[in-house]
């Protein structure tokens, strides 16, 4: 497992100063065959870069909360004094090395670029008995890599837990895997994980 290379560790919005829930969250367990059951707009997006994890609900759970946590699945959503875009928050100096704002910002090229890490992340931490909101952290944390990545009690591990509880409740709204008319996918910026910090020498540990 090599150090995720795509963006550096950041303050994110999931990783605001404040104090850490007491609350646990408890989500029901997810079983791999249901994939009938939708938990992003951009479910259809994530299977088709998901490779052999394609159909997999408890992969498209853990991707769908690591979205829901760094965006809340705005593909204009934008951070770091506009470093970083997307859906993903794909950032300039990392994923995102070379791109647009425009070419960030499109769900399609994200999910290209992001789904196959998290299904090398999925697969190295559920081969180690991890399953649930405890792998669905452990996955976000590799592969967008919070300030904190490595504690897995600190505040960006809980909303990441807390984002997975959410989204295996099921998403019921309009999918938006395919373009909008016009590619305009809303009409305002969302300005999300203003505080980030590099850290390019850090890599999950456990």
């Known amino acids: 497992w090599a150090p995720y290379p795509a963006r550096p560790p950041q303050v994110s919005d999931v990783q605001r100063p404040g104090p850490v829930p007491a609350e646990r969250y408890v989500s029901p367990p997810v079983e791999p065959e249901r994939a009938n ?13 998901a490779g052999d994890l394609a159909g997999n609900g408890e992969f498209l759970a853990v991707v769908a909360a690591a979205a829901k946590a760094e965006s809340g699945f705005r593909p204009d959503a934008v951070g770091d004094k506009g470093r970083s875009i997307g859906i993903f928050q794909m950032h300039e100096q990392g994923a995102g090395r070379g791109l647009s704002v425009r070419q960030r910002e499109d769900p399609e090229l994200q999910s290209r670029v992001m789904v196959p890490h998290f299904v090398r992340a999925y697969k190295q931490f559920k081969a180690q008995g991890l399953s649930g909101p405890e792998l669905a952290s452990a996955v976000a944390r590799a592969v967008e890599r919070p300030e904190g990545h490595k504690d897995p009690n600190g505040l960006a591990a809980l909303n990441y837990k807390k984002a997975f509880a959410e989204v295996t409740g099921g998403y019921v709204g309009p999918s938006r895997s395919a373009p909008a008319q016009g590619g305009d996918y809303f009409a305002t910026k969302s300005f999300v994980n203003e505080n980030r910090v590099k850290d390019w020498g850090t890599e999950l540990s456990g």
């Open 37 to 49: 059951i939708r938990y992003s707009p951009y479910d259809d997006l994530f299977n088709k870069y």
